[in-house]
Nanobody
Framework: QVQLVESGGGLVQAGGSLRLSCAASARAFSRYGMGWFRQPPGEAREFVAAISWSSGNTAYADSVKDRFTISKDNAKNTLYLQMNSLKPEETAVYYC??????????????????WGQGTQVTVSS
């Protein structure tokens, strides 16, 4: 079983920044792709960013390109999402996820096998 625990969420003013972390069990960093998704209140879960195990390539939702950065530290078994210039409409529960489909960058939520509990991000206007 892969264990994922998110942290770093909170309340931030529009234009501010947050850095989310996802502490993962070792197997999540052994041939697993990783991603971040978010679910706004009353809305469906949506893709934010992903990173592949095989190539290290990354992908981002168009709405967050050039503002968010996904990265991971294999030595610490930790995934990160740096979020800059946050907007009120980005208020959501943010989830870390892992997929055993380790080739390619996976952007669909149904391709992920394991999920963290989520961390709340609230952006005030």
């Amino acid at each position: 079983q892969v264990q994922l625990v998110e942290s770093g969420g909170g309340l931030v003013q529009a234009g501010g920044s947050l850095r989310l972390s996802c502490a993962a069990s070792a197997r999540a960093f052994s041939r697993y792709g990783m991603g971040w998704f978010r679910q706004p209140p009353g809305e469906a879960r949506e893709f934010v960013a992903a990173i592949s195990w095989s190539s290290g390539n990354t992908a981002y939702a168009d709405s967050v390109k050039d503002r968010f950065t996904i990265s991971k530290d294999n030595a610490k078994n930790t995934l990160y999402l740096q979020m800059n210039s946050l907007k009120p409409e980005e208020t959501a529960v943010y989830y870390c996820a892992a997929t055993s489909l380790w080739v390619g960058v996976r952007v669909a939520s149904n391709e992920y096998n394991y999920w963290g509990q989520g961390t709340q991000v609230t952006v005030s206007s």
